[in-house]
């Protein structure tokens, strides 16, 4: 059973960087493809996987963060973290990090607000 933790959301103006950190438990980390899912405010909106990342490094994003988050892992301590530039009010959701396909189990998320 895997556990994962994120950290490092906050209250940013637009135009400001955040890097979020997920902490995965699980046996052979390194045997897994990794991703950032988001969830914005509002029933109506579902969680959406916005970047990823292959065992061999190989990463992909969805259009609307493409230029501006870039996802990385780290195998030796288990962690993916996704580094985010130039924030926009969108970007105001709940950020989980997920296997890709992701698990049942899904962490507590890290609140990230983009206001002015």
């Known amino acids: 059973q895997a556990q994962l933790v994120e950290s490092g959301g906050g209250s940013v103006q637009p135009g400001g960087s955040l890097k979020l950190s997920c902490a995965v438990s699980?046996?052979?980390?390194?045997?897994?493809?990794l991703a950032w899912y988001r969830q914005a405010p509002g029933p109506e909106n579902g969680r959406e996987r916005i970047a990823s990342i292959t065992t061999h490094n190989v990463t992909n994003y969805t259009d609307s963060v493409k230029g501006r988050c870039t996802i990385s892992r780290d195998n030796a301590k288990s962690t993916v973290s996704l580094q985010m530039t130039s924030l926009k009010p969108e970007d105001t959701a709940v950020y989980y990090c997920?296997?890709?396909?992701?698990?049942?189990?899904w962490g507590q998320g890290t609140q990230v607000t983009v206001s002015s």
């Open positions: 699980i046996f052979r980390f390194s045997s897994y493809t």
């Open positions: 997920n296997f890709h396909p992701p698990y049942p189990n």
